[in-house]
């Protein structure tokens, strides 16, 4: 979620506004549903003009009454302003591999703004995608602005693993595996502790802890940047009391804690 944030804020900044005079929709596996074209017959002659977030997703409101533009970065998707000589003027804050500025070849999708400007998804992995009116509206409520009822409310029913509750979207969305096991690890909760087994303490530490969470990966540039997570990892040991770090999968997911403070039935 905050890598999406601040995808949404480079659009914000430097996409709102701006004829599009054509769109690369060619890809057909990160545009599906969609045909070849159909985006591209929908937005040509537009402008984006708000750029919105909840959790992990993302979406633009068009002009004149247009479609809404989702775009999801996937797990290495990157929003890209480039300007005519296609120097980039915004986004691409930091990357995985060795992708450089100015190496649009793993580009999947691109606006095309009548001043020569571009607005492009660059995306190595090809896991993100791209689609005309996001069904946003089965998303829980935003993990950065979420009330305390609404927390409450999404870990009081059934009895699935804490973890599977956090990163279930439409429980609450914005939450992905790395800052899950942040949020766990700040609370001193076990990822695979029954959400019906959590006292109202345990709830007002997890929400505690996923806002600061949310706070410094926003701030810190991604999650990758807070602070469990370089531990994750085999032979890694808590940085809060040295203890070995645990693993396992939970909900599906690989899942790591400290094994001295993150007991299952503490």
């Not at 003009?49 to 409101?61: E, F, P, Q, Y």
């Not at 580009?107 to 660059?122: E, H, M």
């Not at 305390?148 to 009081?156: I, K, N, S, T």
């Not at 959590?198 to 540039?221: F, M, Y």
């Amino acid at each position: 979620m905050p890598e999406v944030e601040s995808a949404r804020a480079v659009i914000e900044r430097s996409g709102l506004g701006r004829k599009i005079v054509d769109v690369d929709d060619s890809d057909s596996y990160v545009c599906r549903p969609h045909p070849p074209g159909q985006i591209r017959d929908a937005l040509v002659g537009r402008e984006l003009t708000v750029a919105h977030r909840r959790g992990k997703s993302m979406w633009c409101d068009t002009g004149d009454d247009g479609p809404e533009l989702g775009i999801h970065l996937g797990m290495s998707g990157k929003i890209v302003i480039a300007d005519p000589d296609g120097g980039e003027v915004d986004g691409g804050d930091y990357w995985e591999g060795r992708r450089k500025p100015g190496d649009y070849r793993w580009s999947r999708f691109a606006l095309s703004f009548a001043d020569g400007g571009r607005l492009l998804l660059v995306d190595p992995r090809r896991l993100g995608r791209v689609r005309l009116d996001p069904p946003v509206e089965a998303l829980g409520p935003d993990a950065a602005t979420v009330t305390p009822a609404q927390f409450r409310a999404a870990l009081a029913r059934g009895t699935a693993p804490v973890k599977a509750r956090l990163l279930d979207q439409e429980s609450i969305a914005g939450i992905g595996n790395l800052l899950a096991d942040q949020i766990l690890w700040a609370a001193r909760l076990n990822p695979g502790r029954r959400v019906d087994a959590l006292t109202p303490e345990d709830v007002d530490r997890l929400l505690r802890a996923t806002r600061s969470a949310v706070r410094a990966a926003v701030k810190g540039g991604g999650v990758h940047t807070l602070k469990v997570i370089p531990y994750r990892k085999a032979g890694g040991h808590c940085p809060r009391d040295g203890a070995p770090m645990a693993v396992s999968q939970v909900g599906g997911r690989t899942s790591w804690w400290c094994s001295l403070e993150q007991p299952l039935n503490g």
